[in-house]
């Protein structure tokens, strides 16, 4: 199954704003896309956000690929998966090397305007999927990705 991208990030894609190379992946260590304190109003817990470079996957196609034994545990043991619909949850980065909390587009809540989902670490505690922004567009515009559109 393909789901269709937001619109805006078509166009940040378009725009080079969003990472399309693994070069710019890792860049993101040496220049953030977002500051820490646009980060913490997504997720008050986090400092820094790392976006993932298209043809982005959904959560299914990451586990039915999955050939090291330690990708599939960690989305069996810690993936939240009786939360999330894994086919419709569309893996868009995370918070950074060793994080494993990634930030998807949660496409089973709203197939038009999918929220952005993360998914959140509590001390003893089983991980969640909560909702960091309402839609793509709110977004980018916390992380401030839209400031150098036209």
């Known amino acids: 199954m393909v789901l269709p991208l937001p619109p805006l990030l078509s166009q940040l894609?378009?725009?080079?704003?969003?990472?399309?190379?693994?070069?710019?992946?890792?860049?993101?260590y040496e220049r953030p896309l977002a500051s820490p304190e646009r980060v913490r109003q997504f997720a008050p817990e986090e400092k820094e956000i790392h976006l993932f470079v298209p043809p982005f996957h959904p959560i299914a196609d990451e586990v039915a690929s999955a050939s090291v034994v330690v990708v599939n545990e960690f989305w069996k043991r810690f993936g939240a998966r009786d939360e999330i619909v894994a086919e419709k949850a569309l893996i868009l980065g995370d918070f950074g090397l060793g994080s494993d909390a990634p930030i998807i587009l949660n496409y089973a809540v709203d197939a038009v305007e999918p929220p952005v989902f993360r998914l959140r670490w509590l001390p003893n505690?089983?991980?969640?999927?909560?909702q960091g922004a309402r839609s793509f567009?709110?977004?980018?515009s916390i992380l401030g990705l839209t400031r150098g559109l036209a």
């Open 137 to 140: 567009d709110e977004f980018a």
């Open 13 to 28: 894609i378009a725009a080079d704003v969003w990472p399309t190379d693994g070069k710019a992946v890792w860049g993101q």
């Open 125 to 130: 505690q089983p991980t969640k999927w909560v």
